[in-house]
């Protein structure tokens, strides 16, 4: 039996967990049919999003690509239907891409898997992500910043997920909802987890106590890290700071919880949710908003 | 005597095949680097000051600053916090060409640790980058605006002539963060 998940209209951080509800259930094997074809919109979480519940799955997925030709050739163009026709059985002929149209995309949807994945990363975004962000009103030096919130959101895929992962950036026009102009990166895999890639440092504590919540917790609000080296750890301690300096959000969703670090224009959003439904790796969700003149 | 030895960051990423990209991050690159630096700095025996040159350096992220500078300092003994030990063979590290936005990855490593570094910026100016305390800090700026030489020299330049300024450059001599000789307490210097 085949089980249909409807990918939402508008598909985000926050309606991806309805496609997650409906495959919670489900044994790992069971035969998924990814529908999108009324999606219309898909923010880089979403994108990489489903490409990271394709790979989470052992059975390959059916993929029903969007009807509307807007959104098949938006899709294309940030590169997610080249990685998906890789991951999924495409129902119908998978759409080529339009030259033509405008694009948000910093960065394409980007596999990572190896060391040279993040050095291509870093060094392919570096000088768009400065027109960017002085375009955001953000000075020039902070672009250095950005690249390495980049870097060390994409090597924890390499050194603590266990496996491969996504990377995608763009930027948007939130006049509407925030009164500004945003970037947002999104990094997403489907390997171990924190709570199963910190569980060995935090037996003292309890195991009953260390749940995904607690293991989110401990690694972005304690720096704590898998390894025993005092030197590691760094890398989401510098991603806070630097998202904390230019009044971005961060969130992080692995296994059953997502931790936030909230900045106030985002007020009312969690700082940490605890049962949702399971999904395996690790998602980043960095929004950073245009600076306001002061 | 010293011997300075300038290590171009950008022939140890050559070296450590990473030389397609100008930017140090990731931790696997941060150690193909360090191999290579401390592969370089195993060439020079005796007392050496090794220069590392970031000048043509792009970005550089919390996990190669780690695997780079805070180890490299570590494994000879510089920098390290005051009631360290450090090893009787002295080595002296000094960073040239460090922007704005390598310091914003650089200090909070050397802090994590409680290391400390000198860095000479293109005009010859220098700092000291790390955790220091301010004792330390004051007694090596002494130590930079006299240029050097016995206690007493270096002391005519204190304001506040009542500081036990000798244990303050012992302090920083044990840090590797100047030199101490029979002629008295150094600042880095490579030319």
Redesign the interface.
Same mark, same amino acid.
């Given at each position: 039996m085949t089980t249909v998940i409807t990918v939402p209209a508008s598909l985000d951080d926050v309606s991806f967990e309805t496609m997650l509800q409906a495959v919670a259930d489900l044994p790992g094997d069971a035969k998924l049919m990814i529908d999108a074809r009324h999606s219309r919109w898909a923010s880089p979480y979403g994108l990489i999003g489903m490409l990271t519940l394709a790979q989470s799955r052992s059975e390959r997925p059916t993929f029903m690509p969007p009807e509307d030709p807007n959104t098949i050739s938006y899709w294309a163009r940030a590169g997610f239907l080249a990685h998906a026709e890789k991951l999924m059985e495409f129902h119908g002929t998978a759409p080529k891409p339009r030259k033509s149209g405008e694009s948000n995309s910093l960065l394409d949807v980007t596999p990572i898997a190896r060391?040279e994945d =993040?050095?291509y990363v =870093?060094?392919h975004i570096?000088e768009r992500s400065k027109v960017i962000m002085e375009t955001l009103g953000f000075p020039a030096?902070s672009s250095?910043?950005f690249? =390495?919130v980049l870097? %060390?959101s994409c090597?924890n895929i390499? %050194?603590h997920a266990g496996g491969p992962g996504w990377v995608s950036v763009q930027a948007y026009d939130w006049t509407k909802r925030l009164g500004r102009r945003v970037v947002m990166i999104a990094v997403s895999d489907s390997g171990i987890g924190f709570r199963k890639s910190l569980e060995n440092r935090q037996l003292p504590l309890g195991a009953d106590r260390f749940d995904d919540g607690g293991a989110l917790e401990s690694a972005v609000l304690r720096a704590t890290s898998r390894f025993t080296d005092?030197?590691?750890g760094?890398?989401l301690?510098?991603i806070r700071?630097y998202l904390g300096k230019w009044d971005g959000k961060l969130t992080i969703r692995s296994g059953t919880a997502r931790i936030g670090i909230i900045p106030k224009w985002a007020d009312g959003e969690p700082a940490l949710t605890k049962n949702l439904p399971h999904f395996p790796g690790a998602q980043y969700l960095m929004v950073i908003p245009e600076l306001l003149p002061t | 005597m010293l011997t300075p030895m300038p290590l171009d960051l950008r022939i140890a990423l050559a070296r450590a095949e990473c030389d397609l990209y100008s930017n140090l991050v990731t931790r696997a690159t941060g150690r193909a680097v360090r191999g290579q630096l401390e592969h370089m700095l195993s060439e020079m025996e005796g007392h050496r000051l090794a220069v590392l040159d970031f000048t043509h350096v792009g970005v550089l992220d919390f996990s190669c600053a780690d695997e780079i500078v805070a180890k490299l300092l570590l494994r000879f003994g510089a920098g390290l916090p005051a009631h360290a030990e450090a090893p009787s063979a002295a080595s002296y590290f000094m960073f040239r060409g460090l922007g704005e936005s390598h310091l914003e990855a650089l200090e909070p490593v050397l802090e994590r640790h409680g290391l400390a570094l000198v860095a000479e910026a293109a005009d010859g100016s220098m700092q000291l980058v790390g955790t220091v305390d301010a004792g330390e800090l004051s007694a090596w700026q002494l130590v930079v605006a006299s240029g050097g030489g016995e206690l007493s020299a270096i002391a005519s330049y204190a304001d506040d002539q009542s500081i036990d300024l000798h244990a303050r450059l012992m302090a920083l001599a044990r840090r590797r963060l100047v030199i101490q000789t029979t002629a008295g307490f150094h600042p880095l210097r490579h030319h």
């Open positions: 060391t =993040v050095q =870093v060094s570096q030096q250095m910043g690249s =390495v870097s %060390e090597q390499i %050194e005092p030197g590691r760094q890398g301690a510098g700071r | -």
